[in-house]
T-cell receptor, first 113, second 113 residues
Framework: KAGVTQTPRYLIKTRGQQVTLSCSPISGHRSVSWYQQTPGQGLQFLFEYFSETQRNKGNFPGRFSGRQFSNSRSEMNVSTLELGDSALYLC????????????FGPGTRLTVL | QKEVEQNSGPLSVPEGAIASLNCTYSDRVSQSFFWYRQYSGKSPELIMSIYSNGDKEDGRFTAQLNKASQYVSLLIRDSQPSDSATYLCAGSNSGGSNYKLTFGKGTLLTVNP
């Protein structure tokens, strides 16, 4: 099975811009979770989608949003970028029912200048 | 108490030794537990999951869960230089949000040849 794919792998933006990141889960997986990883805060949960519905949400401002499509692919959007949004954004794929093992994609490295 | 806490390390062991990584958790994180390995510049890779009290072995890795004491550990036997990485402990939240993983800050392990 192919693994989790994320695009783009690297992104450079300036403050105030917005960005959209994409994630394709493992075939057959219906749950997609998004995490932000920074050196200071570590890995922090953003949100989780299952069957096109947001099922869980972390403690991030409303500038962070996401959605999931009927084919389970997911996008996350960050509006009005701030310098502190520079991070590695990771998408994780899971079957969505039963065990909660999550498998990560390679991540998108976002740099905000 | 933080939801998931790990020994901050770094931990250094000689090749062939046993590396012991520890993690404690709060009541809010009590369903399932996972150990991920993250090489520098890469995304986390799931290496072990454990759901019930006791030990679970997979090759050179043994995960231990003690729900009464609220700790999880990972033992790596016959450590190899290729085991040098950051190890992340994660727990899934109770109350139905079991696809929201809470991560510790990670322990950097160095295995010296």
């Amino acid at each position: 099975k192919a693994g989790v794919t994320q695009t783009p792998r690297y992104l450079i933006k300036t403050r105030g811009q917005q960005v959209t990141l994409s994630c394709s889960p493992i075939s057959g997986h219906r749950s997609v979770s998004w995490y932000q990883q920074t050196p200071g805060q570590g890995l922090q949960f953003l949100f989780e989608y299952f069957s096109e519905t947001q099922r869980n949400k972390g403690n991030f401002p409303g500038r962070f949003s996401g959605r999931q499509f009927s084919n389970s692919r997911s996008e996350m959007n960050v509006s009005t970028l701030e310098l502190g949004d520079s991070a590695l954004y990771l998408c994780a794929s899971s079957p969505g029912t039963g065990v909660s093992e999550q498998f990560f994609g390679p991540g998108t490295r976002l740099t905000v200048l | 108490q933080k939801e998931v806490e790990q020994n901050s390390g770094p931990l250094s062991v000689p090749e062939g030794a046993i590396a012991s990584l520890n993690c404690t958790y709060s009541d809010r994180v009590s369903q399932s537990f996972f150990w991920y390995r993250q090489y520098s510049g890469k995304s986390p890779e799931l290496i072990m999951s454990i759901y019930s009290n006791g030990d679970k072995e997979d090759g050179r890795f043994t995960a231990q869960l003690n729900k009464a004491s609220q700790y999880v550990s990972l033992l790596i036997r016959d450590s190899q230089p290729s085991d040098s990485a950051t190890y992340l402990c994660a727990g899934s939240n109770s109350g139905g949000s079991n696809y929201k993983l809470t991560f510790g800050k990670g322990t950097l392990l160095t295995v010296n040849p």
